[in-house]
């Protein structure tokens, strides 16, 4: 078969790219047609053809590129790139050593919670681009002090300082500037939203009986009903000391 002998229909053209001995010529005309899965379906497709296709904006791409037998190391690090974390959960599978940091090839859940490296936390918080993620490093415990701080003094994202409250090692100083800071980027927030963050706050072991004072005057409720509970047992706590 030569390219130009081939059949117009999708369904003839399909079974021809996905035999084994069709020629490469043919794969790499109809790759560049938007046959990508039906190329990748050939065994035989050379890693030159699976270079050109990654990373992919389709997960199914990137996906059926980690599963060929002629994948390479290179490729699947250009995949890792994607900045997709089930892509490179997938990576981390079958390339561990691709990866750029340890960290990569897990999920937000796990995020939160692996006993990682400070040092690797911070510079996966700088690398990646998913605010998932930026938020599961945020409540790990063994996030630096100087990279919360950091976030604090530059973010206006409401979902990176609904992270950080989660995160119990913040001293009282911290704790303070964080809720200065949510003042202003929570204003916008659903009520509900608001609630959730200030009723944590007012639980968090660093949390101060002014913020709690502050709060037990906020327009709602819910809220001043926590800060007013808060202070009452920080009194009783006081007096039993």
């Known amino acids: 078969m030569t390219l130009d002998k081939m059949p117009t229909s999708p369904r003839r053209v399909a079974s021809i790219l996905r035999h084994p001995e069709c020629p490469q010529e043919i794969l790499w005309a109809y790759v560049m047609k938007g046959y ?4 990748l379906a050939n065994i035989n497709c050379p890693a030159e053809i699976l270079d050109v296709m990654v990373p992919n904006k389709s997960y199914v791409i990137n996906e059926m590129v980690l599963e060929h037998p002629n994948i390479t190391p290179s490729i699947a ?4 790139a994607s900045k997709d974390y089930f892509v490179r959960v997938k990576v981390a599978q079958k390339f561990p050593q691709v990866l750029r940091n340890p960290l990569e090839g897990l999920s937000p859940y796990d995020l939160a919670k692996v006993d990682a490296e400070p040092q690797d936390i911070i510079d996966f918080y700088h690398y990646t681009a998913s605010l998932s993620e930026k938020a599961s490093l945020l409540q790990n415990p063994n996030c630096p002090l100087s ?18 409250v989660k995160n119990n090692n913040l001293t009282a100083e911290l704790i ?5 800071r949510s003042q202003k980027i929570l204003k916008s ?28 005057m906020y327009h709602d409720s819910t809220i001043n009903n926590a800060a007013f509970a808060a202070l009452i047992a920080a009194r009783e706590k006081g007096k039993s000391a």
Not at 36 to 39: G, P, R, T
Not at 176 to 180: E, S
Not at 189 to 214: G, M, V, W
């Open 189 to 216: 927030t659903p009520i509900n939203f608001q609630r959730e963050f200030y009723l944590t706050l007012l639980k968090h072991p660093s949390c101060t009986n002014a913020i709690a004072l502050d709060l037990s």
């Open 77 to 80: 690090k250009k995949i890792a």
């Open 36 to 39: 990508a899965k039906e190329v």
């Open 176 to 180: 303070t500037k964080l809720f200065l």
């Open 147 to 164: 990279l919360i701080e950091d976030v604090l003094n530059h973010t206006t994202s409401a979902r990176l300082v609904a992270a950080i």
